[in-house]
């Protein structure tokens, strides 16, 4: 039987539910727009494998910020109604037939990157559940990544069009122009048009920083800042080699 596994970004989607809710204290009413949410998803994807991967609220910045002291240094904190109900959610979610998993010592985008290539690897199809783009680096002819709340598929194309480059070339063209939402700096002066242009020049940071072919103008940005992007470049790589602790097995979809 062939598997369709689907990862749920989990609060990726619960915060995006949260927000839109008009009383942020009503945790019952985001745990039911949750649900008929999670119903929709369960329908339209049919998977016959599912899980929902849940950041833990007390861990630190992980090992990024090891490497980047910086690195979401200025995150807003989860409404304090919002983590008293995570609970509340993972149990209905239970109740519909979807685990979770809490991640501890590594980010919850590793943990789904690590699943998600995986199974991936083995032929086997994979949806992620996100809205977030770091998921696009992973793609491959079984691993996808639906927007639920755009109704769009974030693919190659999509790739192409929001960044103009290929999706295997993603965690450089972070490493160059780096992502302010994570106060990941990159390269100063670096923004997305000149990293879209170095990147179709070149496959990857290295072999830029290695060409007698760079641009001149370009030139003395990666000599000053070389190290920083290769950080930055790390920093936005997906980890695929977490140590998950279960097998496909346990997070079998029972639709009885």
Known sequence: MSIHLVIIDALNLIRRVHSAQPDPTDITRTIE??????????????????????????????????????????????????????????????????????????????????????????????????????????????????????????????????????????????????VSSSQVTGIPGIGPKAAKEILNQFSNIEEAYRSDELAEKYRKKFDEHIELARVCKQISSLKTDVQLGFNLQDIRYNTN
């Open 33 to 178: 727009t949750t649900k008929r949410t999670l119903h929709r998803i369960l329908s339209e994807s049919a998977p016959t494998h599912i899980i929902a991967v849940f950041d833990h609220h007390l861990q630190d910045r992980g090992w990024r910020a090891k490497l980047l002291p910086k690195y979401k240094q200025n995150r807003k904190p989860m409404p304090e109604p919002l983590q008293q109900g995570l609970d509340s959610i993972q149990e209905a979610w239970w109740e519909l037939g979807i685990d979770s998993l809490l991640s501890e010592g590594d980010e919850a985008d590793d943990l789904v990157a690590t699943l998600a290539v995986k199974v991936a690897q083995h032929g086997e199809t994979v949806t992620i559940v996100s809205t977030d783009k770091g998921y696009c680096q992973l793609l491959a002819p079984t691993l996808q990544i639906r927007d639920y709340f755009q109704h769009r598929w974030l693919d190659a194309t999509f790739v192409e069009k929001e960044f103009g480059v290929k999706p295997s070339q993603l965690s450089d063209y972070w490493g160059l122009t780096g």
